[in-house]
């Protein structure tokens, strides 16, 4: 199969690379850049250069392709506050791709978020794509999901892959570098109130493999869950990290939190574990790389600076 990968050289893309073609794909990768693009180039990909504004670039390269992963995402302006600018350009892409595809059942996977679905509550495939309560800034990217997902009566075999807050692994530059920072910044390793709160966790390795499967295999119109920790509690990261940087591990009031751990503070407030048991039964995904403690405790986090 020809696979057109947006974000190919990113954090999950750089693992579903070399995962796509040892599976015997032919990759073609977007690339913004001189290096992604020796990067791609490197782990056996094709390059398109463009960016997610290149909609004519992304056409072309999708009526071509036998079908497209679409990972890429404009964080960069997304976490300095724009997130609805990063979210409409992400639409278009959407967009771009599904008049490409249309009455073709070509696949059409892409990344989404697990985290706010049903706080307090474990999130499964069947629940909607609305986030709730403290992460209501996420809706956008949701309702692109419920976008993709409505390509399915166009003929397009298009599928959404739920991703846990944090996808870890040597060289993460998500959430759990930016926590283990503030614990760097501030001296202790702190959690919100109880520390209750539960993040669902995947090894980015894991992940990549999952990409596959539903490129190969998912149904039209799946929702799937890139879930290994089904919920993992805020404070047991903290215990960790306090471990692995040697600080003390303190509760931090609800009222201070915002204060302490700056724009990272609404995400540790957010209680939001999900299960994966329909992912495994429909394509037969199994995660077999480190949970995110074990993967924590194998000191790669704390031995560089952050990169966050």
């Known amino acids: 199969m020809r696979v057109l990968v947006t974000g190919a050289s990113g954090w999950i893309g750089s693992a579903l690379v070399p995962e796509l073609v040892d599976a015997g794909h032919q990759v073609v990768g977007l690339a913004r850049s001189d290096a992604s693009a020796a990067a791609l180039a490197t782990a056996g990909a094709e390059v398109v250069r463009g960016s997610l504004d290149d909609l004519d670039t992304l056409r072309e390269a999708a009526v071509a392709s036998d079908g497209v992963v679409h990972l890429a995402f404009k964080h960069d302006i997304a976490f300095t506050g724009d997130y609805p600018g990063a979210a409409a350009a992400d639409i278009r892409a959407i967009d771009t791709f599904g008049e490409a595809l249309a009455g073709s059942d070509r696949p059409l996977v892409i990344a989404s978020g697990a985290l706010g679905i049903t706080p307090g509550a474990v999130a499964t495939e069947r629940d909607g794509h609305t986030t709730h309560g403290s992460l209501g800034g996420f809706e956008a990217r949701a309702a692109n999901a419920e976008a993709t997902l409505a390509l399915a009566s166009r003929g397009v075999r298009s599928s959404v892959v739920r991703l846990s807050p944090t996808v870890h692994g040597d060289g993460d530059a998500g959430f759990i570098p930016a926590f283990?920072?503030?614990?760097?910044?501030?001296?202790?390793?702190?959690?919100?109130?109880?520390?209750?709160?539960?993040?669902?966790?995947?090894?980015?390795?894991?992940?990549?493999?999952?990409?596959?499967?539903?490129?190969?295999?998912?149904?039209?119109?799946?929702?799937?869950?890139?879930?290994?920790?089904?919920?993992?509690?805020?404070?047991?990261?903290?215990?960790?990290?306090?471990?692995?940087?040697?600080?003390?591990?303190?509760?931090?009031?609800?009222?201070?939190?915002?204060?302490?751990?700056?724009?990272?503070a609404a995400v540790l407030a957010t209680d939001g574990p999900a299960s994966n048991t329909l992912t495994r039964e429909l394509l037969g995904w199994e995660p077999t790389h480190p949970g995110l403690i074990d993967d924590l405790e194998q000191d790669h986090y704390f031995a560089r600076g952050s990169a966050a």
């Open 180 to 264: 283990i920072e503030t614990a760097r910044r501030t001296g202790v390793a702190g959690y919100i109130g109880d520390g209750s709160q539960r993040w669902p966790a995947v090894h980015r390795l894991d992940a990549a493999r999952l990409f596959r499967l539903a490129l190969e295999n998912a149904p039209a119109g799946s929702t799937l869950h890139g879930v290994a920790d089904e919920g993992v509690q805020i404070r047991e990261i903290a215990e960790t990290i306090g471990r692995g940087l040697d600080l003390p591990v303190k509760a931090i009031s609800p009222a201070d939190a915002e204060a302490h751990f700056g724009w990272l």
